[in-house]
Every structure is written in C-alpha cells, then in structure tokens.
C-alpha cells in the first residue's frame, strides 16, 4: 500500500513502540514466576512506549492534538486534526505472558478517522487503512468475511472485568448470541478484534463500556474492508456511547437485531 506521510509517520511511531515492547514481553514472560508478579513492570513498558509514540507524532506533527490511554489530552493549534493512541491494547494478556495484544494509533480529521493502523509486533502483523483507499494487512488488501448465516459465524466480544457495571448487560448479550452463531470469543484486545473483523477472522464484534482509544483506528479498518460499525444505540456515535457493534454486511442487521434485543 502506498501510504500518505501521516501514515508513514504512524507506522515508524507504531514499530517504535512494538519494539520496546516486545523487549518489555520478555521480561514480563519471566516475571510469571515471581510472586510479585508483573504489574508495576507492565505499567512502566505500557508508559514508555505511549512516550515514545508521542514523541514520534508529534515531533513530526507538532500542531496536531493528541490522547492517549496513559497521559492528558492535549489540545492542538490545528483543532481540526488529533491523535488517539493506545500504545498497548490488550494489557491483561501481556501481562499474562500470552502473545495477543497491540499498537493502536488512529488520526483524526474534523471528528472522522482518516487513518489508522493497529500493529501487533508479536506475530508481525500491520494492519493498515486510510480512508477511501481501503485496508491493508502487511502487504494484503483485506476484506470483511463473506459469510451471511448467523448460524456459520464467529463473534468477539469483551467481558467487563473488575466489577464493572456492564458485566450484566454482556452476559445477556453472550446469552442471545451464542445460541445463534458458531462460537464466541474473549481475546482481550479491542483493537486486534476489529482488525480480525476487517480481516474476515472475526465475522462480527460487539462490546459494551469501551473507550474511544480501543476502537478509533479498528472502526476504520473495519469500514475500509467493507464492514459496518455502529454503537449499540442506533444513531450515535460509539465514541459518545462506549459502546460498539460491527459486522460483514450481510449478517449486521440481524447482528445488531440479537444485540439491540429488537
Ligand atoms: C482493553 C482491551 C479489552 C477490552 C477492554 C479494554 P486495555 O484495553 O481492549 O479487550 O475488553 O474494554 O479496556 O486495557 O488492554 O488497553
Ligand atoms: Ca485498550
């Protein structure tokens, strides 16, 4: 893919990050041992790589906004333009030792995402997209799953943890899906979820009580390589309403019909 100079600057930033934390991941695959465990490490990696990251952007960026997981907005003499960065998407999984998690940088234009990429340095895969000129993994065109029976799909979701209050809503949701598809699956990275939908992995993915650094670069993968994303309320923005659902085109109406409950 012959990419614009903002995605060039986002993919240097995005590798930056990957390689920091991949030297992190060994450390952090070693400390599964210790009683201790891993946390205040992980907490440090996930630090240093949205620093790096930030340095990159906007070094080559200085008037763009920015905000990321780990640090304060900040406001941008170009109010039209932002960055909205997860350095490392997938924490609980990293932390753990197992090798699911990801970069996540999105850019922003006048309140639409104009370029995205999600990376995940563990099994050296770049997905990329730019608004009108689709997605990319590596050196691949993607696109969404074909598969138009609820019955032959697979969905991902996200289990609210930690005593978070949407935990009942998902089980209710995970209650009428899985009944109706293939198989459901919790791999703890938003951000890889909607990549593997732009992928046709995934043939949908729903969650409740998300964050709009989860999902801003995943939602333009996924529209890019034809899919369909929304927020489980009709007519709102997933980014107002924490919420998302997004699917092939020939399953989403009825998708979204299990989800809404309608
Ligand atoms: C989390 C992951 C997870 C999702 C959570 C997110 P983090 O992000 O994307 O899959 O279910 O809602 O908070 O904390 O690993 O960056
Ligand atoms: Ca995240």
């Not at 234009?109 to 000129?133: R, T």
Request: hydrophobic share 45%.
């Amino acid at each position: 893919m012959q990419g614009s100079a903002n995605l060039n600057v986002m993919i240097k930033a995005a590798r930056k990050a990957g390689r920091s934390l991949v030297k992190d991941f060994r450390e952090v695959e070693n400390l599964q041992v210790s009683s201790k465990g891993a946390g205040d490490f992980v907490s440090r990696a996930d630090i240093a790589a949205e620093e790096i990251i930030r340095e990159e952007l906007m070094a080559a960026r200085p008037n763009y906004g920015w905000v990321g997981e780990e640090s304060d907005p900040v406001d941008g003499k170009d109010p039209t333009r932002r960055w909205i960065v997860d350095p490392l998407d997938g924490t609980t999984n990293y932390l753990h030792g197992m090798p699911h998690w990801g970069v996540s940088i999105a850019l922003e234009h006048k309140g639409e995402i104009v370029a995205a990429v999600v990376l995940d340095p563990a099994k050296d895969e770049m997905f990329l997209a730019e608004k009108g000129q689709g997605a990319w993994l590596n050196n691949t065109r993607l696109r969404v799953s074909g598969r138009n029976r609820m019955i032959e799909c697979i969905f991902a979701t996200g289990i609210p943890f930690g005593g978070r209050p949407d935990l009942p809503e998902t089980l209710q949701d995970i209650a009428r899906v899985a009944p109706a598809c293939a198989g459901i699956r919790r791999w703890g990275a938003a951000a890889l979820d909607l990549a593997y939908v732009a992928a046709g992995r995934f043939d949908g993915y729903w969650e409740r009580g998300i964050s709009t650094w989860d999902i801003a670069a995943g939602i333009l993968l996924v529209r890019e390589a034809g899919g369909l994303v929304e927020a489980v309320v009709p007519r709102v923005s997933p980014f107002d309403d924490g919420t998302i659902l997004s699917a092939n085109g020939g399953i989403f109406d009825g998708f979204a019909k299990v989800i809404r409950n309608v």
